[in-house]
């Protein structure tokens, strides 16, 4: 009986040594990583991936010490997740639970470029962004946008052969929040974003521009002064409705920032001297709308030239109150008052 005693002793301590070796085989096989801690990867599971298949896949990329152990933890744990396929970004020494976390919650990594290109922004403006955002070279875009071949429909109305139009897809590429894949060329940007303009364009505008005797690209280019002139959403089918009245008299537009065009970069304050610069797109000297759009126009700019109120006003002011507002006038002399007014608020 003693013998037996000792074997069944000995049995079971061998037993509590392999199940006590067992377990910190599979503990220390669920730690972290330490060789090239802090590295980041960015490794993809494929769709309908097993978790053995995952498991494999963070062992080969050194993200897990075992692939097998991490799938048994997973099938046999208390929370069992379910792993979403797709591309993430995983740091070597993140825990077992770190990584499960993301990957349950889908948190992909994306490695598109995203970019916001603000209305009212110049095509050269938009090229500065696009060069700063590491998407496209300056270069390659402005000549793409003058020499570049598109399909558009939205593109159909642009003048052709009228060099006085400095680029000829000024005010056509829609102001948005863009997404673009690493290597896209500056044709790929382009489309998406003419892409985009056809996209948001309604179709009803086109009967609406036509009864002010505009043909779409004239539309395009006074919305894109009324883009430029307002900050204040509510005025922008106000200052619309004044262009109509002054093109009606054939009076010159005299907006400031077909003046601003002309110098590439936002100058403070327009002056006098700067009004007599000789250029179609000075609407001070030249009457009726310059050759093009002066920016990019966003919706609300679009909808105000489709749907301009009807008033009776020839001149607006800006408040310089800081509300961004105008002051607005059917007479010369009235407007000279909101002048002195103007000038009251910036003191």
Do not use: C
Not at 79 to 92: D, E, F, H, M, N
Not at 293 to 298: H, K, N, Y
């Amino acid at each position: 009986m003693r013998q037996i005693a000792k074997l069944m002793g000995g049995i079971l301590l061998l037993f509590a040594v392999l199940v006590g070796g067992m377990g910190y085989y599979v503990h220390s096989a669920l730690q972290p990583v330490e060789e090239n801690k802090g590295q980041k990867k960015v490794i993809e599971i494929p769709p309908s991936s097993s978790t053995a298949e995952i498991g494999q896949i963070l062992e080969k990329e050194k993200i897990i010490k075992n692939g097998r152990i991490f799938s048994l933890y997973l099938k046999f744990g208390e929370k069992s997740p379910v792993l979403k396929a797709g591309k993430y970004q995983l740091t070597i020494g993140d825990t077992i639970e770190q990584i499960t976390a993301k990957m349950e919650k889908g948190e992909f990594y994306k490695d598109d470029h995203v970019v916001t290109i603000p209305e009212g922004f110049t095509i050269e403006q938009i090229a500065t962004r696009l060069e700063e955002k590491k998407i496209v070279s300056r270069a390659a875009f402005l000549k793409e946008v003058n020499q570049g071949v598109f399909t558009q429909e939205i593109l159909k109305g642009i003048p052709q052969g009228d060099k006085r139009i400095k680029y000829r897809l000024e005010g056509y590429l829609f102001p948005d929040t863009y997404e673009f894949k690493k290597g896209s060329t500056a044709h790929d940007v382009i489309n998406k974003m003419l892409d985009q303009t056809e996209e948001v364009w309604n179709t009803e505008w086109n009967a609406k521009f036509q009864q002010h005797h505009l043909t779409r690209h004239q539309a395009i280019t006074l919305a894109s002064i009324v883009e430029r002139e307002v900050r204040v959403d509510e005025e922008r089918p106000i200052v619309a409705g004044v262009y109509f009245n002054r093109l009606a008299k054939q009076m010159p537009l005299q907006s400031d920032a077909t003046v601003q065009y002309l110098f590439g970069k936002q100058k403070e304050r327009v002056t006098f001297a700067d009004l007599k610069q000789v250029s179609p797109y000075n609407t001070y000297k030249v009457k009726g709308l310059p050759p093009g759009p002066i920016a990019s126009p966003g919706k609300k700019s679009l909808e105000a030239v489709a749907n301009a109120q009807k008033n009776d006003y020839l001149f607006y002011v800006t408040k310089k109150d800081g509300s961004g507002g105008h002051y607005f006038a059917k007479t010369y002399e009235e407007h000279l008052k909101n002048i002195e007014r103007s000038k009251q608020n910036e003191k």
